[in-house]
């Protein structure tokens, strides 16, 4: 038995598979990760609820794996493939990086996965046969990765863009910047393209005094354990909370022009993670594509490249299951 996992910063997704029938799913879970103090006390639990002991396993996980190990990056937890495989009796582990692991899922996806936010051209809604994709991730941090052709079959490699630094692009993400920078000192791409990006822009917005809203609604924000969550659910009766997912895209279509340019994905760019899909109607108004086909040198090569949103909060997890078939 091989137990697979997507690890992430909110939660991890468990399946515990038969690699001898094809990666077929015996059971599956999530857990919370702040219900843990460190990877191995997740671990410990997965294995508990597990009905049959696995032999093998494959955990992607956020953050840079180099040699084996990993220190993850939206959570202070470090992890070592030979640790693992020693403290739980496994005969291998894996560590991959989750948005390896997303991009060698969405090959994986039906097509009903996938939402067209931009088509591209000339071939419609099909992205050019074994060109480079480019998978962009925003969740609870900015997770970034992109496929190549390999002859016969598609091949992740990692990156880890979401820490490079951001670049604004009119007046209101300078102010943005210069806010973030007085407070924190650097200022990257995840920290305003991503759930804690969410919680940023809000309390920018918020200091500024920025877009309408009730005593309520802000003192609930305020006081929520988790207040992206509390941005997203306000966004109907908060004209704060519309204003930061009106930044949150543009920031987001920012981003994708740029990772277009740095490495020419003709085979689309792939917006996956936890966010999208709860945001794919404010991606498919219009004010993603009004960035995205804005660039002033090469609005070609953007008006060529598809870009779809990734609908499977699974696909992670998909490519950690298939990883070893």
């Given at each position: 038995m091989h137990l697979a996992a997507d690890i992430g910063g909110t939660k991890g997704n468990f399946a515990l598979v038969d690699r001898a029938q094809a990666g077929r799913i015996i059971e599956e879970f999530t857990l919370v990760s702040r219900d843990y103090s460190d990877f191995t006390a997740m671990i410990t639990a997965a294995i508990a609820k597990t009905s049959i002991k696995p032999r093998t396993a494959c955990f992607a996980v956020p953050g840079p794996v180099i040699d084996g190990t990993v220190h993850m990056t939206t959570l202070d937890w470090r992890a070592t493939e030979h640790d693992l495989a020693k403290d739980f009796a496994l005969d291998a582990v894996h560590l991959l990086n989750d948005l390896v692991a997303t991009a060698s899922g969405i090959p994986m996806l039906p097509a009903t996965d996938l939402v067209t936010v931009h088509p591209g051209s000339p071939r419609g809604t099909s992205p050019v046969a074994h060109e480079v994709r480019a998978v962009i991730a925003p969740g609870t941090g900015l997770g970034e990765a992109f496929c190549t052709w390999e002859g016969d079959h598609?091949?992740?490699?990692?990156?880890?863009?979401?820490?490079?630094?951001?670049?604004?692009?009119?007046?209101?993400?300078?102010?943005?910047?210069?806010?973030?920078?007085?407070?924190?000192?650097?200022?990257?791409?995840?920290?305003?393209?991503?759930?804690?990006?969410?919680?940023?822009?809000?309390?920018?917005?918020?200091?500024?005094?920025?877009?309408t809203e009730s005593t309520a609604a802000t003192s609930a924000i305020n006081a929520a354990p988790d207040p992206t969550r509390e941005i997203l659910a306000r966004v109907g009766e908060s004209e704060r909370c519309r204003l930061v997912i009106n930044h949150l895209i543009d920031i987001l279509a920012g981003e994708a022009t740029d990772v277009a340019v740095r490495m020419l994905p003709m085979g689309g760019v792939y917006l996956a993670g936890g966010l999208p899909p709860r945001l794919v109607e404010q991606l498919t108004d219009g004010r993603f594509l009004k960035t995205w086909l804005s660039h002033p040198d090469i609005p070609h090569i953007h008006q060529a490249i598809p870009v779809r949103v990734v609908m499977n909060p699974k696909t992670a997890l998909i490519g950690a299951i298939h990883h070893w078939q």
């Open positions: 598609w091949h992740a490699h990692p990156a880890e863009g979401g820490h490079a630094g951001f670049a604004p692009r009119t007046e209101e993400q300078y102010d943005l910047w210069k806010y973030l920078h007085q407070r924190e000192g650097w200022v990257n791409v995840q920290s305003v393209c991503s759930g804690m990006g969410i919680a940023h822009l809000w309390q920018w917005l918020s200091a500024r005094g920025k877009g």
